[in-house]
């Protein structure tokens, strides 16, 4: 009696021991089912293309840019004197007509590097590789930056003509100033070609 009791114990307490496990598995399996899962992307910042660029692209397409307007300010201040009546077209003049070259092809070659500056941001390397572009861009820079500061050096000769007319004087003036501004911008923009170059080169 004393055994079957003592049998029924052991019994029951094995059951209750298998139960006790059956339930702990049970319940602990779903918590470690749910434990969160730490993912790569929690903590990325979402971004455009433009903002995740380096400061360095973005400081191009501003110098770009001011290099272009300037150049064109420089350019149509020369050719807006001569739709008027009694005034001689800047064309009369060896001086200006080299400045009024010089300007357009400093317009032509700093909307080229803009619109390349943007193709490089939305597609890197689409257009041209990078090693060649910065070769290109360092080299044609200093070549446009000697130019604009040769026509702004010869144009200052035809100010000192007595046969300008007062239009043309202060429109020359005015090609004078915007053609040596943008020259320091084009300088601006060789050396932020040579540090990329010596950057890719050298670093």
Known sequence: MIMNSMGTDKDGVGIACGAMAGVSLVVGSPAQQHLPTPSPFTDSVTSTRWSSQPSIHLSN?????LALLFSLISALSLAAPSSQNGDAPFSDYPELRYCFT?????SIYSAFQLFKGVCDISHRGLLISDITS???????DQMVGYLLMSSSSVTVLAIERDELAASLWKATMVAICMAFASFLVIAACTLLSGYKLCKRIIW
């Open 102 to 106: 010089v300007t357009i092809l400093a």
């Open 61 to 65: 397409l501003l110098l770009r840019s």
């Open 134 to 140: 910065d070769y290109i861009s360092f080299i044609l």
